[in-house]
């Protein structure tokens, strides 16, 4: 009987164990973060240094008359205070008369407005560039009524990045 206690005891650590790693196996960050699946976001590679994809997607932005309102560049804000971090820029930008809409349908989407691109190098020295999915925000802010100037968002938006990313 006192058999059976012991077994049963060491089963359940076991169990115990092994469901402890499955977990923490989910929970571990991935080596590769820069390439997996990251919500809401639709990355492109890039065939350009981080800086070069930031200027040819302000470019890219001019040709359509896009407002360029800010190029941040996070890398230089990290060193500024003597902090490491691989080259990483953000690039705000938009058009008043299609942001407007949206805001129009819900003010809340004015949380994610104006549209944004964010450049960076993942741990292998890729380029990435990447935006916020219009259908995201379509879920996130409950844009149903401004569904055509979603999916109008989404052609500009891989319009350019796609012109942006690739070379001439």
């Known amino acids: ?17 092994a469901m402890l790693c499955l977990a923490a196996a989910e929970l571990a960050p991935t080596p590769a973060a820069a390439t997996a699946p ?13 800086a070069e994809t930031g200027d040819r ?41 299609v942001g407007t809409q949206l805001m129009q349908c819900n003010q809340s989407a004015a949380i994610d407005l104006p ?8 741990e292998t020295g890729q380029t990435w560039l990447a935006y916020n999915s219009p259908i995201y925000l379509l879920e996130r802010h409950a844009l149903s009524d401004c569904e055509p100037v979603i999916n ?10 796609q012109e942006t990313i690739q070379a001439s």
Request: proline content about 3%; hydrophobic content about 50%; overall charge negative.
């Open 152 to 161: 109008r968002i989404g052609e500009v938006l891989e319009g350019i990045a």
């Open 115 to 122: 549209q944004k691109m964010l450049i960076w190098e993942d």
């Open 57 to 97: 997607l302000e470019a890219a932005l001019a040709e359509r008359d896009l407002n360029v309102f800010a190029r941040i560049d996070h890398a230089a804000n990290a060193d500024s205070v003597d902090l490491e971090l691989r080259d990483t820029e953000l690039v705000i930008f938009g058009n008043p008369n």
């Open 1 to 17: 009987m006192e058999n059976m206690k012991q077994l049963r005891r060491l089963l359940i650590s076991v169990v115990c164990m």
């Open 38 to 50: 990251i919500p809401g976001l639709v990355p492109f590679q890039s065939d350009f240094s981080v």
